[in-house]
């Protein structure tokens, strides 16, 4: 018998160790409710799947988190303090890294250019101790070593030299996530789809890493629409439909037949 999770307004679980709360979350567009008093709740150290049809808000209830989107109501909590996530920049401050549905690279760019992009360490040179450090350098070789643990970290053998363009496709989704590992304060990773340009062995490498991420106290919120792939690796599930909250559920007390059910009324 499955066992729903209820979230009821004004209800703190407090023996739970939650990394990030989005409690009651509405997000609007013209002529559409995105997001409805969404609740999602994510404890440190767990594989957490978000689940739904096409146009259940999901993305959107992503891009609020990661503040690309501001709701209309609602708030975020980080380790139980409320946090305003006006941009990205915020998001990244807080430890929210995300690995988005459509990749973000720049072609022309090599792996580790991409890895760093807009925080390149630098490096002084003799026109910058003059004129300051708007003209430093980069360093190309702390580049290489940043992008090479990020790229270990992940146990797959991308060439970090390469340049985007000429990569398999598989690969330039690894190099989207080697950047959200790189960031020395990673706490909550989402990813967005992820699996869908990744060929069988390749899928099995991330869930890897993503165990192995969930074994270090990292929260990942994992969106899909392959459910076998949620009851292999995933530890709880919240459902959305139409933009409204089904239900959060433990995975190993939710049948494949009943998350089918509640994905589609």
């Known amino acids: 018998m499955y066992k729903p999770v209820h979230i009821e307004r004004g209800v703190q679980r407090l023996a739970d ?3 990030i709360e989005m409690l009651h979350i509405t997000k609007e567009f013209p002529g559409i409710k995105a997001n409805d008093d969404i609740t999602l709740q994510l404890r440190k150290g767990e594989i957490h799947a978000l689940l739904g049809e096409n146009g259940a808000g999901k993305s959107t209830l992503m891009s ?5 989107y501001q709701p209309e109501e609602g708030i975020i909590k980080k380790d139980g303090k409320v946090v305003s996530i006006k941009d990205p920049n915020d998001a990244n401050a807080l430890g929210i890294g995300m690995v988005h549905q459509e990749f973000s690279l720049i072609p022309g760019f090599t792996a580790t250019e991409n890895i760093l992009l807009n925080r ?4 002084k040179s003799v026109i910058s101790e003059v004129f ?5 350098t980069l360093d190309y070789k702390e580049m290489d070593n940043r992008a090479a643990k990020a790229i270990e970290k992940m146990g797959v053998a991308i060439d970090q030299k390469m340049v985007i363009s000429s990569m398999p496709v598989g690969h330039k989704q690894f190099t989207e996530i080697a950047r959200e590992l790189s ?3 990673l706490k909550l990773l989402i990813l967005d789809e992820p699996t869908s340009s990744l060929d069988d062995d390749e899928v099995e490498k991330l869930f890897v890493l993503m165990r192995r991420l969930r074994d270090e106290g990292v929260g990942i919120i994992f969106v899909t629409h392959f459910l076998e792939q949620v009851y292999a690796v995933c530890d709880r599930i919240t459902v959305l439909r ?7 559920y433990e995975t190993k007390d939710l ?3 009943m998350l089918v059910a509640k994905m589609m009324g």
């Not at 300051?132 to 430093?136: F, T």
């Open 64 to 68: 609020v988190l990661f503040g690309l």
């Open 132 to 136: 300051g450090p708007r003209l430093d």
């Open 242 to 248: 139409n933009g409204e909250l089904v239900g959060e």
């Open 17 to 19: 160790n939650y990394v």
């Open 120 to 123: 390149e360490p630098k490096k």
């Open 183 to 185: 960031k020395e304060n």
């Open 255 to 257: 049948p494949r037949v």
